[in-house]
């Protein structure tokens, strides 16, 4: 079977293709700037070998319709996404990569004879904790995003549900939050490759969000989570909220201290200001998902033991 993953050599990217390079898929990574450092870093050169790299733009229809024709694709893998903060500079560009990119892969499975799109929302569509009353946020909940990734993303699923009604479409999106692992380097969770890697190399580690409690998401579960969703059969619910372990950014780094007893890490006060218990029982009802990586085993893998 062929997979097209847009935004396939990211972070996210890369651990999904060798998931499904070691699985004997088909797998082509489409990127505006496709760069090979994560798969050569996670992966044998003999699996990275087997990877298809497609220069591309998710906003060019016709070039991703090409491609899509081209290798046959039968499922897509949607992560092509411009981030938090850099959305909030660019909000045209962020318009163009975020909803357009999108429309144009549901256009690829409308249109192409695609069999399914599995894409990443996130937990940002979603308001501050104080908008909820319930301790885990349903599934359901209002949107009220705070950012314009937020907005974006909220945005998106409307698309995505639309095109869903309108023909049909099998997708599932999935509300990321915090995506953690070796490669991270980008993006607003980009400090938790701070607070784990820095202390391995004896450099003092000031990490904010020091008041938060947060879902930490190891990536090679999201990896093993996405897969298993593009395989499955069409499902009642489309969108799904995720939920792996919720834990303080503070234990967090007294684990990282109980490794590395000298460790020098000095909190900031405050939040991100959004909610990550979420109620994800629509997705363990219809799916079915238990994360193999705790908070624990994710910072030991991170720091290599």
Same mark, same amino acid.
């Given at each position: ?86 959305s909030n500079i660019n909000p045209p560009l962020a318009e163009r990569v975020n909803n357009l990119g999108l429309v144009n892969a549901l256009e690829c499975v409308r249109l192409l004879g695609v069999k399914k799109i599995v894409w990443a929302s996130s937990v940002v569509v979603f308001g501050p904790p104080e908008m909820y009353p319930e301790e885990y946020i349903p599934n359901d909940a209002p ?28 997708? $599932? ?86 490794? $590395? ?45």
């Amino acid at each position: 079977m062929a997979y097209l993953i847009t935004g396939g050599t990211g972070f996210i990217g890369s651990y999904i293709c060798r998931a499904l390079v070691r699985s004997g898929e088909k797998v082509i990574a489409h990127d505006y700037f496709p760069t090979r450092d994560i798969m050569g870093m996670i992966m044998t050169p003999e699996e990275e070998q087997q990877v298809i790299v497609e220069q591309g733009d998710v906003s060019d229809f016709l070039q991703l319709a090409r491609t899509v024709k081209e290798h046959n694709v039968q499922r897509i893998i949607h992560l092509a996404s411009m981030l938090h903060p850099a959305s909030n500079i660019n909000p045209p560009l962020a318009e163009r990569v975020n909803n357009l990119g999108l429309v144009n892969a549901l256009e690829c499975v409308r249109l192409l004879g695609v069999k399914k799109i599995v894409w990443a929302s996130s937990v940002v569509v979603f308001g501050p904790p104080e908008m909820y009353p319930e301790e885990y946020i349903p599934n359901d909940a209002p949107h009220a995003p705070s950012s314009v990734y937020g907005a974006c993303k909220s945005h998106c699923e409307f698309l995505a549900t639309h095109y869903q009604k309108a023909w049909g479409i099998d997708h $599932i999106g999935l509300r990321f939050t915090i995506v953690y692992g070796p490669g991270r380097t980008r993006g607003a969770t980009s400090f938790v490759h701070k607070l784990m890697i820095e202390p391995a190399l004896g450099k003092p580690a000031v990490v904010p969000y020091g008041d938060d409690v947060i879902d930490w998401q190891y990536v090679e579960d999201i990896a093993d989570l996405v897969i298993k969703c593009s395989k499955g059969g069409p499902t009642k619910t489309h969108i799904f909220n995720t939920r792996f372990d919720v834990r303080s950014v503070c234990e967090a780094g007294e684990f990282v201290k109980s490794i $590395i007893p000298d460790a020098d890490i000095t909190y900031e006060p405050g939040r991100f200001g959004i909610v990550w218990k979420l109620d994800d029982s629509p997705l363990q009802s219809e799916i079915g998902f238990t994360p193999e990586y705790s908070m624990e085993r994710g910072i030991l893998v991170m720091g290599g033991q």
